[in-house]
């Protein structure tokens, strides 16, 4: 009976022992953490890869198994400083325009982390798709305490440092990211294109925009040097960038119209960031909005930037993106590009407006397939023989811009909104900041008690003491509409491992 009892006991422990794994690459080099990555298969792993420079000549890739809810994929960067502190240095010689590593994640209820760890830019190709790729489902995602160098290039090259893709959540957070002065360059690329299982965006776009919650990637306390922007935004992305210095860079949204059936942003937040740039040489904006719905506020934006945020709907005409007409494309949004106008807009008046997915629009019908039998699941556009586009109902919900300080560059004559189509209007697709508000128009703020007790329906007022955005759902009533989400992220604390903790100061007793 005790011998039982003790192989019992073992077994316990062995098991417990072997749920918890670490593994550590013999070199930085591609093929060690190719073998350190294939060698995963527990629930709970840690992947260390040591110190030292690295020349990668091949892509690295790796899908964490089925039975892995937690995995850490470490560097020897100093986890407490932020870019990590270039330890462990790996230089893209890779001449594939592939991502240099590519990454897909777990179950939506696994943990990911990717931290101290530098990526450079040598020889290699275009990596378009990301330096750094990382797509699957992994509801609790973090990268952080890395440095994404896309300045050391030779030649310069159009590259992205990080690709979020697929259906993520989680944050960013700590990481340095250079972009590119001789090309362009993205510092953060957030695509959500299966979410809810389907692609193109469609998914996201046929659910509530959820500001204020957990359910987007997060881009915090991060540095962006230079490079064309230091974000973007599409696939029904959902994106957060908050409290980051942003020096010489500009942040944006991709359009529905941009990239083919590819749809555009769903939903952002972006606040409290600050933006440095140079008075003698500015970029055009801080911002670049073309899709869906969000929030900006409280960022700064002193020095370097003609405008503040600059609106677009980009289908209105041929300026940015070409159309094709349906099925087998978007086609254009209005008359005055081609004289007919697309089935995919509500074409309320000659503008087109409101064009699919614009600035200020949100939730609306599942559309499926790609051209040219995109289609409406939910008007059941689907059971036609022709595919010209059906508009798919989508709920105005306006862009709310509140206290962001921005100053006008010497010379230039010019705003903190700049746009040039008609589909995009103040006062009912976006709503800017006074500081005389009334509750007539605009967004205001101030203490909840000095909120107008009168109101006209869209307006908001961004509660000082509340840190609440509260919308006029209908006249002269208020309604809460946005708390920021907890910050800093919960992930930037969290523990690393999940599941039962091997026993300690076990007593074997024999009787």
Known sequence: MATKWLSSLFLLVSFSCIRAQTITAASCNASDVQAALNSVTTSTTTVNIPAGNCTWNAEVTFTVPSG???????????????????????????SGTSSLWQITTGASGSYFRFAGITLQGGNGAVKSNGMLAIGGTSQSLRVDHSHLNMSTYSPAVASVGIRFANWLYGVADHNILDGSTGATSEGVNVWDDAYGGSSFG?????????????????????????????????????????????????????????????????????????????????????????????????NSAPTGYEHFITGQVMRANSSTYSQTAPPNGWGYCGTSQTGSASGWDQNS????????????????????NDFPTACDVTSGGC???????????????????????????????????????????????????????????????????????????MVAYWATDQNTLYQCSATNQWSVYYTPYTYPHPLTSAAETTGPASPTNLTVVVH
């Open 68 to 94: 892995n809810n937690t995995l850490s994929i470490l560097g020897a960067g100093n986890l407490t400083t932020t870019g990590g502190g270039d330890a462990t240095v790996i230089i893209d010689d890779y």
């Open 349 to 368: 008046d000659s503008s087109g407006y409101a064009c699919i997915d614009q600035i200020g629009r949100g939730l609306g019908d599942l559309l499926q």
């Open 202 to 298: 469609d998914g996201a776009w046929n659910d509530k925009s959820a500001l204020g919650t957990a359910s987007f990637l997060f881009v915090e306390d991060n540095t962006f040097n230079n490079g064309t922007y230091m974000d973007d935004c599409y696939a029904g992305g959902r994106m957060v960038v908050r409290h980051n210095t942003i020096n010489n860079a500009a942040g944006q949204t991709h359009p529905t119209g941009g990239a083919g059936r590819i749809r555009g942003c769903r939903a952002f937040e972006v606040y409290e960031n600050n933006y440095t740039g140079s008075n003698s040489s500015p970029l055009y904006n801080a911002l670049w909005l073309s899709s869906g719905t969000g929030v900006v506020w409280g």
């Open 383 to 457: 059971k036609s023989s022709t595919y010209t586009g059906t508009w798919p109902h989508q709920a105005l919900e306006p862009i709310y811009e509140w206290l962001d300080t921005w100053n006008q560059v010497p010379g230039y004559a010019n705003s903190i909104w700049s746009d040039s189509e008609s589909q995009a209007q103040p006062n009912r697709d976006y709503y800017l900041y006074t500081t005389s508000f009334t509750g007539s128009s605009g967004t205001g703020s101030g203490s909840l008690a000095n909120r107008p007790s009168t109101c006209t329906p």
